[in-house]
């Protein structure tokens, strides 16, 4: 299951992790962010141990979002060693997004 990504853990489970990083900006009132959302959970099943997903709510975490330049979601950005490494804007499929972690992993 994807983490709860706050602006209070941010920093540990994002920019500290060891492994490639995928956080999902979305809202509830956001059409395409509930076609991405069972996305994000079937990457975050598949990836476990590998990487590290979550999923960042922008109107109860405005640090982030805000820190990030986050104006459009869904966004999904990558990091790997603290760093954004990737991004997605908009509803893709799975294939799309795996593809881009796949990447990190090597």
Same mark, same amino acid.
């Given at each position: 299951?994807?983490?709860?990504?706050? &602006?209070a853990?941010? /920093?540990?489970?994002?920019?500290?992790?060891?492994?490639? %990083?995928? #956080? +999902?900006?979305?809202?509830?009132?956001?059409?395409?962010?509930?076609?991405?959302?069972?996305?994000?959970? &079937?990457?975050?099943? /598949?990836?476990?141990?590998?990487?590290?997903?979550?999923? %960042?709510? #922008? +109107?109860?975490?405005?640090?982030?979002?805000?820190?990030?330049?986050?104006r459009?979601?869904?966004?999904?950005?990558?990091?790997?060693?603290?760093?954004?490494?990737?991004?997605?804007?908009?509803?893709?499929?799975?294939?799309?997004?795996?593809?881009?972690?796949?990447?990190?992993?090597?």
């Amino acid at each position: 299951m994807a983490l709860e990504i706050t &602006d209070a853990n941010f /920093e540990q489970l994002v920019l500290n992790s060891d492994k490639p %990083v995928l #956080v +999902d900006f979305w809202a509830e009132w956001c059409g395409p962010c509930r076609m991405v959302g069972p996305v994000v959970e &079937d990457i975050a099943k /598949e990836y476990d141990g590998k990487a590290v997903v979550g999923k %960042v709510n #922008v +109107d109860n975490n405005p640090g982030i979002s805000m820190k990030y330049g986050i104006r459009n979601i869904p966004a999904l950005l990558f990091f790997k060693n603290g760093e954004i490494v990737d991004k997605q804007i908009g509803a893709v499929p799975k294939s799309v997004l795996s593809g881009k972690l796949e990447k990190q992993l090597v």
